[in-house]
C-alpha cells in the first residue's frame, strides 16, 4: 500500500511539472491578453512612450520595462517603478504615449 502511494506521489509530480508549471503561471499571470512579454530598455522605448513616462515620473526609480505583446496585436509597454515618495507603481503605455490598463 504504501509503495502503491509513493509510486502515484512521483507519477502526480511528474504530470504537474510538464503542464501544471504553463497552468500555474497562466493561472498567476497579471495580464491574461499578453501573449509575449520581453524586458527592453528605456532607449529601446518609442520616443512617445519616453516622453510620456518621463513627464508622469520625472524622479521614479524604473525597476524594469517590459514590451507586451497582446493576442490582438497590440504592444504595450509596462514600467515597474518607484515614485520619488518610495511608493512602487506599475504604469503602462501604448505605443502612443498614452496610458492603458488603469
Known amino acids: 500500500m504504501r509503495r502503491r502511494s509513493m509510486a502515484a ?7 504537474l511539472a510538464v ?6 503561471n497562466n493561472m498567476w499571470h497579471k495580464d491574461k491578453d499578453a501573449m509575449k512579454e520581453e524586458r ?5 522605448l518609442p520616443q512617445p512612450v519616453q ?11 524604473v525597476s524594469y520595462i517590459t514590451r507586451e505583446t497582446e493576442k490582438d496585436g ?5 514600467f515597474k517603478l518607484t515614485d520619488q515618495s518610495g511608493r512602487k507603481q506599475e ?3 501604448d505605443g502612443n504615449g498614452n496610458r492603458v490598463h488603469e
Open 9 to 15: 506521489a512521483v507519477v502526480l509530480a511528474g504530470v
Open 19 to 24: 503542464g501544471g508549471c504553463q497552468q500555474w
Open 40 to 44: 527592453t530598455s528605456m532607449t529601446a
Open 51 to 61: 516622453d510620456a513616462y518621463k513627464r508622469e515620473f520625472p524622479n521614479a526609480n
Open 74 to 78: 497590440a504592444v504595450h509597454y509596462e
Open 91 to 93: 504604469v503602462e503605455y
